[in-house]
Every structure is written in structure tokens, then in C-alpha cells.
């Protein structure tokens, strides 16, 4: 046994199951309406109680997850049960498009403006249906599945606020999210399906987003892949070029493709290459491709989501191909990440200012809640058991 790496397999078990999902199971759940509440100050105090589909969604996902695929906890699946119950009742419009957010009770505040709110929901009611073996779960999560796969090439619909035809764009999100929903539904789907979706998606990804001469994935590309001169254009994010870069890693596994593996992981210590600051450490927030002023102000904020998913991607990379490379970089992310995000007894802080102070004392929020972070300690625990040759220690 690999004890280095069963170290951190432990590090990142205890951080879960022992720091992460209590915080959330002691403060977030709404027993009184339903649903959880998402904006949790440091010490876990409710400072506001609107629901945010995304962020609904992604608990019921990340408690249904857990307990499908480390044990049968029955509090995990009522945890689940509490958002999936309240979402299904309330977090839908008549057509069956899914809100961004609603009030605490439930009532609708915000429209269903693109597809992302879909996305989720798909995702989280696939792995609840799993966990609860319920087929009204099952139709919800294939009925956003449906919605998702009918509006993908034109994800905002009637809320598109851009004139139509000027300067068309399409967006990394849309494939890359896809790519991994579509792996999470894998189970509710006929195998044909799956592999074809799979296929466009990678096909899209590697195709038009990435340019191979730089090796950088751009968040926005003309239709036909072209790059266009402007801030859209030029926009690189960081964190979801490396995200994206590990669905493909994931897909790899599935079909057994280790050309493709070997091209995400190159892509990824590209994006690594270009977007570390080399000043005060850890990963921009954006970029633009030209060099130029990026038009986000919070460009060069650090961020939670970011280098988790980067962890995720190296510990993964360095799995699947043993390159030196991923894990030189790992240990650097890993060094950054938890010396600045990690918060001992509880919920990681999300936002750091460029020099690594943290910017807002909050755990959760609008845009941060149950997910980037457990899904990622529980992503990497299991790949460091796997590393460590003691398959005990993925349980």
C-alpha cells in the first residue's frame, strides 16, 4: 500500500464526512417549507432564505449521490427527500421548464432564463431516483433530461437579451455540461442514446472550443467554431476549461479511449501553464486570450469551484496516465487549496481576494452551495484509494 496516498485519501474522507456534509445537515435544511437554504454566513447562520433552483438541485444531488455510492444512510436519502419533494412540487413552470429561483415558501422570483436550472434538476433526480427507487423521480429527471437536449442550441430561449444574427456565439457550458449529465444519466438511458450524445459532445469540445495551436479551451466561439474578436470571444475561464477537460477524462474511462485521456490531460496543463498566478499563487478567475483587460471586474478573484475541480482533474490525470506533469501540479493546487479555502470543522470559503485573503465570509450564497465542494473531496478521496492499492479505503 501507497501510504502518501492513503494519507490523502483519509485527508479528503474526514474533510466530507466529518467538516463538509455536517455544516450543510446542521444548517441548511428548511424542515419547515421545505427545500434548503443556501445563504450560510461562516458560522453557518441563514442571512437569506430565497431557493436557487441550481443550488437545490445540486444538494439533492450531492446527498442522493453519497448515499448511493458509499452506504445506505437513511438520513442522507430524508436529506435528499426534502429537496427533491419540495423541487418537484414547486420548482417548475407549467411547460415544465425549470425556475431559477423561488422565495422560501416557494413561489416563483425568478424565470426559467436558460437550461442550467434543467441540467441540474436532471442530474439531481437521476441519482434520487436511484437512491429512493421512486419512477416519479425517474420521469422528473428524464423529463429535464428532454428539456435540456430540445433547448441546447438556444439555451436562453425567449430571454436571450443579444439581437439576433449581429455576432452569433455559442457557449463551452452547453457541451460540457452535457457531457456529464448525460454520464449521470446513463443509467435511465437506452445505451445508443448515451453513446451518441457522448460522441457530439466530445466531437463539440475538442472541435470548436479548443484551439489546438495554444491548447486552450475559449468559453465562446462563432457556430462554426471560429474564433471572434472581442471580450466574449477572447474569454477564457480557467475553471471550466479543467472541468470540462475531466467529464472528457470520465468519458475516456467509459469507452476506453486513452488517446482522448491523454489529450484532456495535455489541454489541462495547458490552461495551468497560462492562468497561475505566478505573483501571490493559485488560479485567475478569468482571462483574455489577447492579453487585454478581461471585461469581468472579479477577473482576478480565487475562487473555490476553480481549483477543486482542479484537484479533480490532476489527481484524475495522474491516475489514468501516471504523468509526472499532474502530479507536480497537484501538489502545488493542493498546497494553495487548502492552506486558503479549507476551513477545519466546517464548509470551505469560496471567494479569496488575488493575494489569498478571503473576500466574503460566507459559505454558501446565490452561486455557492452543497456541491463543488464534496463532490470534489469525495471525487479525490476515492481516486487516492484507488492510488493507494487499498480498496478498503474507498469506503
Request: glycine content about 8%; proline content about 4%; overall charge negative.
Amino acid at each position: 500500500m501507497n501510504l502518501a496516498f492513503a494519507e490523502l485519501a483519509a485527508q479528503y474522507k474526514q474533510a466530507l464526512l466529518e467538516d463538509v456534509l455536517p455544516f450543510w445537515q446542521n444548517h441548511s435544511l428548511d424542515k419547515q417549507e421545505g427545500g434548503y437554504f443556501t445563504c450560510l454566513d461562516a458560522q453557518g447562520q441563514v442571512y437569506d432564505t430565497d431557493k436557487f433552483i441550481w443550488l437545490q438541485n445540486r444538494q439533492v444531488w450531492t446527498f442522493s449521490m453519497l448515499y448511493n455510492q458509499l452506504s445506505p444512510e437513511s438520513d442522507w436519502l430524508e436529506v435528499a427527500r426534502l429537496g427533491a419533494d419540495f423541487l418537484a412540487n414547486k420548482g417548475r413552470d407549467a411547460e415544465g421548464n425549470w425556475y431559477f429561483a423561488l422565495n422560501r415558501v416557494g413561489e416563483p422570483l425568478v424565470q426559467p432564463y436558460n437550461i442550467f436550472s434543467d441540467c441540474f434538476a436532471a442530474m439531481a433526480f437521476s441519482q434520487f431516483a436511484l437512491a429512493s427507487q421512486k419512477d416519479e423521480a425517474k420521469a422528473v429527471a428524464l423529463q429535464a433530461y428532454n428539456n435540456v437536449l430540445r433547448r441546447q442550441q438556444d439555451p436562453k430561449g425567449r430571454y436571450n437579451k443579444l439581437y439576433p444574427g449581429t455576432r452569433p456565439l455559442k457557449s463551452l457550458a452547453v457541451p460540457m455540461i452535457l457531457a456529464n449529465l448525460t454520464l449521470e444519466m446513463a443509467p435511465l438511458l437506452d445505451a445508443a442514446q448515451l453513446d451518441q450524445v457522448l460522441e457530439q459532445t466530445v466531437t463539440e469540445v475538442m472541435t470548436d472550443f479548443l484551439d489546438a495551436k495554444r491548447g486552450l479551451l475559449y468559453e465562446a466561439v462563432a457556430p462554426d467554431g471560429s474564433h471572434v474578436d472581442c471580450f466574449e470571444g477572447r474569454l477564457i475561464n480557467p475553471g471550466h476549461g479543467i472541468e470540462a477537460m475531466w467529464f472528457l477524462m470520465d468519458i475516456g474511462q467509459r469507452h476506453n479511449d486513452s488517446a482522448l485521456i491523454q489529450q484532456a490531460v495535455d489541454v489541462v496543463l495547458n490552461i495551468l501553464d497560462f492562468s497561475w498566478d505566478q505573483d501571490y499563487g493559485g488560479l485567475f478567475y478569468f482571462l483574455d486570450a489577447g492579453g487585454y483587460p478581461p471585461q469581468q471586474l472579479e477577473w482576478d478573484q480565487k475562487l473555490w469551484w476553480v481549483h477543486l475541480e482542479t484537484l479533480v482533474a490532476l489527481v484524475m490525470g495522474y491516475r489514468l496516465t501516471g504523468r509526472d506533469e499532474c502530479w507536480q501540479w497537484y501538489q502545488k493546487v493542493h498546497d494553495y487549496s487548502w492552506s486558503h479555502f479549507a476551513d477545519p470543522g466546517r464548509e470551505w470559503f469560496g471567494y479569496l481576494n488575488r493575494t489569498g485573503r478571503v473576500h466574503l465570509q460566507l459559505k454558501g450564497g446565490k452561486w455557492k452551495g452543497c456541491f463543488h465542494v464534496p463532490r470534489a473531496l469525495y471525487l479525490c478521496w476515492q481516486q487516492f484509494a484507488q492510488l493507494s492499492g487499498d480498496p478498503i479505503l474507498s469506503s
